[in-house]
């Protein structure tokens, strides 16, 4: 069946590291594939999104990386902050987004000073 | 702010009420989806509109749920006879070209 999932459930990092933050799915159809960072108490805030034609895409300290071939996604996050404390959700989709996303469990990053 | 916005943000509510949430898009998004979210979990999808169009729904929606989009901007979700098993975070999200931007969400507890 269709799922998303996530390697790790608790990301701890220090303060001025970089964090990658791992995700694997199984609907060789998805063709799109995003990241949001939900903080307590409000709705998940779009981080970066990737089609599948593309294997790497760069936003500002983000970088998303996409494997087709073991069906994985990366989220890394160059010199972390506490602002980046949150949990993260990889999602996938089809018809390049405009359909339903597909959500897996999530990891939280916590990060210290 | 032209976010996507939901109201209410908190409902709490007796089992066997019906509630209503609302949700309004950003400006000139023609597609809308509906999720819920229980603690701990990712959103799981409900729905979904294209302008007024309702275009898929999910098996979670139960007959208990309708929603709607009567005039192909704001959408409204209605659970009837809740249950304490609805108790969740329903999430709204609108999109244009395919990225979909989240609201806030209405935190529901059925007591």
């Known amino acids: 069946g269709e799922s998303v999932g996530l390697h790790l459930p608790t990301l701890s990092v220090q303060e001025g590291d970089n964090s990658i933050i791992n995700c694997a799915y199984s609907?060789?159809?998805?063709?799109?594939f995003i990241w949001y960072k939900q903080e307590s108490g409000k709705g998940p805030q779009f981080i970066i999104d990737i089609r599948s034609n593309m294997d790497k895409r760069q936003g500002q300290r983000v970088t998303v990386l996409l494997n087709k071939t073991v069906k994985h996604l990366s989220l890394q996050i160059a010199a972390t902050q506490p602002g980046d404390s949150a949990v993260y959700f990889c999602a996938e989709g089809r018809e390049g987004g405009y359909n339903k996303l597909i959500f897996g469990a999530g990891t939280r990053l916590a990060v210290h000073p | 702010d032209t976010g996507v916005s939901q109201d209410p943000r908190h409902k709490i509510t007796k089992r066997g009420q019906n509630v209503t949430f609302r949700c309004d898009p950003i400006s000139e998004h023609n597609r809308l989806y509906w999720y819920r979210q229980t603690l701990g979990q990712g959103p799981e999808f409900l729905t979904y509109?294209?302008?007024?169009?309702?275009?898929?729904k999910s098996r979670l929606l139960s007959d208990r749920f309708s929603a709607e989009r009567p005039k192909g901007s704001f959408s409204t979700l209605e659970i009837q006879r809740t249950e304490q098993g609805d108790s969740a975070m329903y999430l709204c999200?609108?999109?244009?070209?395919?990225?979909?931007?989240f609201g806030p969400g209405t935190r529901l507890t059925v007591t």
């Open positions: 999200a609108s999109s244009f070209e395919g990225r979909q931007y």
């Open positions: 509109f294209q302008n007024e169009a309702q275009l898929e």
């Open positions: 609907n060789s159809a998805s063709d799109y």
